[in-house]
């Protein structure tokens, strides 16, 4: 975890990053250190149950609620831009 803190701190030191590139930087962290604690390639059952939390389902819920939001207000104001001109 120390390693993947001191690597994003350089990665994102002296950038401006927009919260999509900052979303998609952090996905890409936590897809590594997952695989790193969980080890890739292991044959998992398909019957085994999922070990996600009900709260991080919660919030992964959220997110993807927020996100909905987001894209409705980001096509709101392209209708707004075609409009205008």
């Given at each position: 975890?120390?390693?993947?803190?001191?690597a994003?701190?350089e990665?994102?030191?002296?950038k401006?990053?927009?919260?999509t590139?900052?979303?998609?930087?952090?996905?890409?962290?936590?897809?590594?250190?997952?695989?790193e604690?969980?080890?890739t390639?292991?044959?998992?059952?398909?019957?085994?149950?999922?070990?996600t939390?009900?709260?991080v389902r919660?919030i992964?819920?959220g997110?993807?609620?927020?996100?909905?939001?987001?894209?409705?207000?980001?096509?709101?104001?392209r209708d707004?831009?075609r409009?205008r001109?």
């Open positions: 975890m120390q390693t993947a803190n001191k994003m701190q990665i994102l030191d002296g401006d990053l927009n919260i590139q900052l979303n998609r930087l952090i996905c890409a962290a936590a897809t590594v250190i997952a695989g604690i969980n080890g390639g292991g044959y998992k059952l398909e019957t085994q149950r999922s070990k939390h009900p709260w919660r992964q819920e997110i993807k609620d927020i996100r909905k939001e987001l894209s409705a207000l980001v096509e709101i104001k707004n831009r409009h001109t």
